[in-house]
């Protein structure tokens, strides 16, 4: 959880450009897609903790493994919930929406760190687009979402 907290810092010192921007964590790195129409790149599923399966599965989260190569965030999944078909407690991943204007400039922007509700029983944060809150903010700001453990897996351990 604390690179939740570090994650601005990370996003503004430790990204580079290919073709697109890759986010350098420590344990993987991230390629953003871009969107062109509304001028803001996707990192998409950022892994942010171990899955928590096996004899993980009541523990404290733990580091995610390193990863090698470039992830493209085709990789990651909604975490359990009885309303889903396809279900995982590999889940711990994380998106977030970055205006080109805060890769350009370098400037800080303000972060909106988005939980979405749910109860525990049902959510994801691939229910949401983010693109429509930054739009809002007239690109002003980032925005993170992120998918937690949100009930009882059924059938899943």
Do not use: H
Not at 8 to 23: E, G
Not at 62 to 91: A, F, K, L, W, Y
Not at 115 to 142: C, F, L
């Amino acid at each position: 959880m604390l690179l939740l907290l570090f994650l601005p810092v990370a996003l503004c010192a430790q990204i580079s450009f290919a073709t697109l921007p890759i986010l350098n964590l420590p344990y993987a790195k991230y390629q953003a897609s871009y969107d062109a129409q509304n001028d803001i790149y996707l990192f998409s599923n950022i892994r942010f903790a171990a899955p928590p399966l096996g004899n993980l599965r009541w523990a404290a989260p733990q580091p995610p493994s390193v990863q090698s190569g470039i992830q493209d965030g085709r990789v990651g999944g909604s975490c359990s919930q009885p309303n889903r078909q396809s279900v995982t407690e590999d889940c711990l991943f994380l998106d977030v929406y970055v205006p080109a204007a805060a890769l350009e400039t370098k400037v800080p922007f303000p972060v909106l760190f988005w939980i979405y509700g749910g109860g525990y029983v049902m959510g994801s944060k691939d229910d949401y687009n983010g693109t429509s809150v930054i739009k809002a903010s007239g690109n002003s700001i980032v925005y993170v979402q992120t998918n937690y453990r949100v009930g009882p897996a059924t059938g899943v351990c």
